[in-house]
């Protein structure tokens, strides 16, 4: 037996998700339809994250088991070959026997794309939030500072979703601006459902003079979805990274590593990173 | 009466091409739906060029007359607000009476854009030419230089195609690597039918060593389709920008040009220009 560690991208326009669910077009069950006809066996694949419709990944990792003595470099050409075109395995690597891509997981960044022009840009459809109003960028950062750090985000977090504790620690929330491109990395060590779009709506709220930059904290107090503002369109935000301790690699590495150098993110419409 | 010159750009994907025809969607046929619904009167526009069938345009110009008294801002937004999401009308402003799209267009730049590496990238399907092989710049520009000037192209033109003369003179073709996109950029007085693409596809051919770069001058000289290299395909080709004389312009500008400072093209995925 072995495990494999994958890395893919895909766009998630047309998906409910990643997870597998009945009645539901998801990203699990493209690529175990995928895998498992390559394998010549059923897949079943465990993955580093959940993510909402419609929202999409530049680098996900998943991990699964087969006995299988396949090369990764054919198992990569293979799987593409029968993936649908909105979903690219980028590479596969033989892991430790019990890697585990979601419990190995040490953190995740999130990256949220908005496209600030009077003119939509028909290249970016699905792959940005579009907004008319000029966006100030150090207003932007101001509120996203505020965010930075251990809070309960529970007025960020939709309020069906039904969890024990809605304490994060949002490591780093950066503010870019390139051209009429403004992306938003947001890095922590988790994040309730919702939260980063919630906490995006509300900075646009805010650049917007819909909400003062003074408000944040009395919103964050609150813990009151109510207080906070809408929730951003899904289809500005990306997976953007995982990261895993090296730990759960086997040394020396069997499987050759392929594809993408660093392993950076696939670039996305109208910027490059 | 006026004459308003508009921008705009679209994703071609979903037309037959810009030119009005029977029985087929095309990119006209949508602009003139809109501006119509606008203008509350039947609308006509003039194209500077006709694209193919997936064929994009980062910058297109058209024009139309009027005698509606619309603020160019008013009716760009109003067109922005009725046409689908693959079409983006970018500036409206007004023109000498006397002008014309088509007439008063000096010359075109195309881009083509490739994406090399081993996996595809999810979020550049149908923009751009996914190529396996790694290519090595500096002999797509070996072969590019070979067609710069004045030649005659008829072995690199659609046998449909019927034209008198297949002399054509290219001013500017370069190459240019960054990370996994390679962007090819054409300027001419004018193309055959499917050139841009032959070409390309020539210098694939080129690239993965099926055809010698020594061969291009005799396949140039045979005036004969079936000596050139296959035809590359319609996804990675955008009309890039169009050039006009400032002289077809009013003076002073009457209406206000808006969106885009000095009209740069419309970003793309995976590149900002």
């Given at each position: 037996m072995r495990t494999l560690k994958c890395m893919m991208a895909y766009r998630g326009t047309k998906y409910h998700g990643f997870q597998r669910q009945d009645n539901a077009h998801t990203v699990q069950e493209a690529v175990e339809q995928a895998l498992g006809s390559v394998l010549n066996h059923p897949a079943t694949i465990y993955g580093c994250s959940r993510t909402d419709t419609g929202v999409h990944a530049r680098q996900y990792c998943f991990s699964f088991q087969t006995e299988r003595p396949i090369?990764?470099?054919?198992?990569?050409?293979?799987?593409n070959g029968r993936l649908p075109d909105d979903i690219s395995l980028l590479s596969a690597e033989d892991a430790a026997l019990s890697f585990h891509a979601r419990y190995a997981c040490?953190?995740?960044?999130?990256?949220?794309?908005?496209?600030n022009s009077e003119s939509p840009n028909p290249f970016l459809r699905d792959l940005a939030c579009h907004h008319r109003r000029p966006i100030d960028p150090a207003l932007l950062q101001a509120c996203a500072d505020r965010f930075i750090g251990t809070h309960d985000f529970?007025?960020?977090?939709s309020a069906q979703?039904?969890?024990?504790?809605?304490?994060r620690t949002i490591y780093d929330?950066?503010?870019?601006?390139?051209?009429d491109s403004i992306i938003l990395l947001v890095k922590g060590d988790g994040f309730l459902y919702n939260m980063i779009r919630i906490l995006v709506g509300t900075m646009l709220q805010v650049n917007d003079g819909k909400l003062k930059l003074s408000d944040l904290d009395g919103i964050l107090a609150a813990r009151?979805?109510?207080?906070?503002g809408k929730t951003a369109m899904a289809c500005g935000l990306y997976l953007n990274r995982v990261f895993y301790d090296d730990a759960y690699q086997t040394e020396p590495k069997k499987g050759l590593r392929i594809v993408k150098k660093e392993m950076e993110p696939v670039p996305v419409p109208g910027w490059i990173r």
């Open positions: 090369q990764p470099l054919n198992l990569v050409r293979g799987v040490r953190g995740k960044e999130y990256l949220y794309l908005i496209h529970k007025s960020f977090c979703a039904q969890r024990t504790s809605t304490v929330f950066s503010v870019e601006m390139s051209g009151d979805r109510r207080c906070a």
